[in-house]
């Protein structure tokens, strides 16, 4: 195991190679572009390919293809780059393709900032192409989760043959912090069973589309559907941070879940009954994490980097409204510790404001 | 063309009566089988009328978005540069929706062939107006025929990729037994070039729709001789 | 232990860097670390700055808002600093870029030190921040002079500029001997 120093971008992009990732086609955009960049040279280290495509949209295509052909393949954007993908993503579900997609979230509409944000969520979360569906998504909070998730991400991928987004942000995306590099994963494209390796004459061919043109409509939707249900039943993961006995629980992930643990700490130290529910999948969403939670716990709190509070209603539907659902809502700044622990207090004080839902 | 149909061909063909896109994948399944290279071969469809190829010619194939082939080429031949890579395309997906990506396969000089079926028109949705429909064509969404003033001028693959660095660029048709025959010798040009590692390989071939023409299937091939041929001339453009 | 410090100058004084070498010295030490470069418009104007982390525990928030040191190499910054340092910080001050009449808090540690003259008679303006470090290495003693000096070496070997450690270390040396 050798431990180093990373940017969180450079430790998404070893951990993805270490995992048998061995084809990145991406576009620059910040606060991503160290992902594109460690792997120009690094593919090359490790007998990969990579390539830097025309758009986002040739990319996240070139992605598609590689994984065809039984390569372990990943691509990369944030803001309006991933907005781009959204099409050839669709295209990964539909074909069953277990590649995996990084989004390095920054904020705003549209171009936005480059800064970090967490408005992407609704995209991540709910589908954000055409079609029903949803991706696995990972969130890491660290530069090791980032290495750490990218690595198992083709496995899982796999397992379920269906795509995974990593949702990072450019706060995990730009910080350096120690991260311990787990061993290089073997493997072999041409054993992958899907892959396109070329059929000869009198064999059956293989034809990687749309799953739907060469299997039983009815039958192909009940298999993904018993799919999906199966990820939502075995894939929920989080963290706890003082549950328990907390009278306040914080619901955050990536960068704000930093800043509530943060808050859960402060207000200890003040006698404060704080507590942390970390998503560590944001789909399928932990809701077993929501059903263990005491009856004294006064209210939910989602801290993100948005306007609408957009994971609350997740939030909600976890918790069945057994208890007020708060939001912290900074848009584009990042929540000060000593604000949350503020929050914190007008709710055990009963003078926070539940937000309308959007 | 062969008497009887070469042993990569299914039986199935979904294509309309007088349709060129059949007549082309016959003869493209001749070249795989007599250069033995089907086993060797993986072909990427664009999205369109070209795509049901996959329902007769027995060839592993990925379908990416429409249009999306030259960045799909680009990325099958850098994880198997041991394969032919083709694909057959038609004009909306690659010279429309995918003309970046199909121009930026081009001005890489990737090692990859394309074949562009060339009818003018957006055939599997209706028959509506392409950037290869010709001025004056009557189309479903340009119903009183193209004009360069109201929808500019008509696209010529030729005059676009002229000048790039390629390996190869041919324009054929398959209006009779002699450009057939021509037709066939332009594939296996192409191949050969992407053998050699020469780089990027175009054909395009000019195929009749008399389903979206609104015309004979015999009419429809002299339209193509009498009405394409003059506009957009048949030969080999680039050969090294 | 908790140690949150900003690095702040303009856009190449290298104020990134000195806290990057804070950070792996910090970590070579068995410390947990943060480092966090802030960027976006600001990145425009020319000013540059890193929030830094160093702890014996997890490190939550990478963000510092009460920073209880800041290491500043250019002026703008100290009018929007120093309002946020926590009671009792140390204050590392570029003096040679510093109006010298600037009134500072009276509950902060302020240490002058004139970088950029140091560092052009060694004819070496570059490595003004390197300067700083030298001056924070002896203030706080955090680190020994010689631990300090070897991490920052096998910084600059990892990044392939380990040609100028000499250069630096006479930087760091002298920055290090200003009192």
Not at chain 1, 237 to 259: L, Q
Not at chain 1, 317 to 339: F, K
Not at chain 2, 70 to 92: E, L, N
Not at chain 2, 96 to 124: H, K, P
């Amino acid at each position: 195991m050798e431990t180093m120093l990373l940017k969180g971008n450079e430790a998404l992009a070893e951990g993805a190679v270490r995992g048998g990732c061995r084809f990145y086609a991406g576009y620059p955009i910040t606060p991503q572009s160290e992902i594109l960049e460690y792997m120009s040279w690094r593919q090359n280290e490790v007998g990969g390919s990579f390539i830097q495509g025309e758009s986002e949209i040739a990319s996240v295509n070139m992605v598609f293809a590689a994984t065809a052909l039984g390569a372990r393949a990943l691509t990369s954007s944030s803001g309006p780059g991933f907005s781009l993908k959204q099409e050839g993503i669709a295209y990964w579900v539909s074909a069953g393709m277990p590649a995996v997609v990084a989004c390095v979230s920054r904020y705003g509409i549209g171009d936005g900032f480059i800064g970090p944000g967490q408005d992407n969520y609704w995209q991540a979360v709910k589908g954000g192409g055409n079609g029903d569906y949803h991706l696995l998504v990972l969130a890491p909070n660290s530069v090791q989760e980032n290495m750490d998730m990218a690595y198992e991400s083709f496995e899982l991928a796999e397992k379920y043959m269906h795509p995974v987004l990593i949702l990072s942000d450019a706060t995990i995306g730009q910080m350096l912090e120690p991260c311990t590099a787990p061993p290089m994963k073997e493997y072999d494209k041409d054993k992958a069973p899907w892959a396109l390796k070329g059929t000869p004459i009198g064999q059956k061919n293989k034809v990687i589309t749309d799953m739907t043109y060469n299997q039983d409509i009815d039958e192909w939707n009940r298999d993904y559907i018993r799919k999906m249900r199966l990820i939502m039943e075995t894939e929920q993961r989080w963290e706890e941070i003082s549950v328990p006995d907390a009278d306040v629980v914080f619901v955050a992930y990536g960068i704000s879940s930093r800043i509530a643990e943060g808050a859960v700490r402060l207000g200890r130290e003040r006698g404060l009954k704080l507590g942390l529910i970390r998503p560590i999948t944001l789909w399928p969403f932990p809701r077993k994490a929501f059903a263990r939670l005491s009856d004294s716990v006064k209210g939910l709190v989602t801290v993100e980097l948005n306007m609408m509070g957009q994971m609350r209603e997740d939030v909600i539907l976890a918790s069945h409204w057994r208890c007020p659902a708060y939001s912290v809502t900074t848009a584009q700044r990042i929540p000060e510790v000593e604000q949350l622990v503020c929050f914190a207090e007008s709710v055990l004080n009963g003078s926070a404001v539940e937000e309308e839902v959007f | 063309m062969a008497k009887s149909a070469p042993s990569i061909m299914k039986c199935e063909n979904m294509f309309c009566a007088g349709c060129g896109h059949s007549l082309f994948d016959r003869l493209l399944g001749e070249v795989l089988t007599e250069m033995d290279i089907v086993g060797e071969s993986i072909s990427c469809s664009d999205i369109g009328c070209n795509h049901m190829y996959q329902y007769s010619m027995a060839v592993d194939t990925v379908v990416p978005p429409h249009g999306k082939m030259g960045a799909a080429m680009a990325a099958m031949k850098k994880v198997r540069p041991d394969k032919y890579i083709f694909s057959i395309a038609g004009d909306g997906g690659a010279y429309a929706i995918g003309l970046g990506e199909t121009l930026s396969a081009a001005t890489r000089n990737d090692n990859v062939t394309f074949f562009v079926m060339n009818n003018t028109v957006y055939a599997m949705t209706g028959g509506q107006m392409a950037p290869t429909t010709m001025p004056g064509q009557y189309s479903s969404s340009s119903i009183k025929g193209r004009t360069a003033e109201e929808h500019g001028r008509t696209f010529d693959v030729v005059k676009l990729m002229q000048n790039l660095e390629i390996a190869y660029l041919a324009r054929c048709t398959v209006t009779n037994a002699a450009e057939m025959a021509k037709t066939k010798r332009c594939i296996k040009k192409a191949l050969e070039k992407q053998r050699d590692g020469k780089g990027f390989s175009l054909v395009e071939v000019l195929v009749p729709c008399p389903t979206n023409w609104g015309l004979t299937p015999p009419e429809a091939m002299r339209h193509i001789e009498n009405d394409l041929v003059p506009y957009l001339p048949l030969g080999e453009y680039i050969d090294r | 232990m908790l140690n949150e410090i900003i690095c702040t100058g303009f856009g190449g004084q290298g104020v990134l860097t000195a806290g990057k070498i804070i950070v792996y010295a910090a970590y070579k030490k068995g410390l947990k670390v943060t480092w966090f470069p802030s960027y976006g418009n600001e990145m425009r104007g020319g000013s540059a700055n890193c929030n830094v982390v160093l702890s014996d525990q997890r490190i939550a928030s990478p963000y510092v808002n009460h920073p209880d040191t800041l290491i500043e190499l250019n002026c703008p910054a100290v009018d929007r600093f120093e309002p946020a340092m926590k009671p009792g910080g140390y204050f590392f001050i570029n003096s040679s870029l510093l109006d010298p009449a600037r009134e500072f808090r009276g509950d902060i540690t302020v240490i002058r030190t004139p970088v950029t003259e140091i560092a052009q008679n060694l004819k070496n303006e570059h490595a003004a921040n390197i300067c700083m470090l030298g001056q924070w290495v002896r203030v706080l003693e955090q680190f020994s002079k010689d631990e300090f000096l070897r991490c920052m070496g096998e910084y600059f070997d990892q990044l392939g500029k380990g040609k100028y450690n000499a250069r630096n270390a006479e930087a760091f040396e002298a920055g290090y001997a200003f009192v």
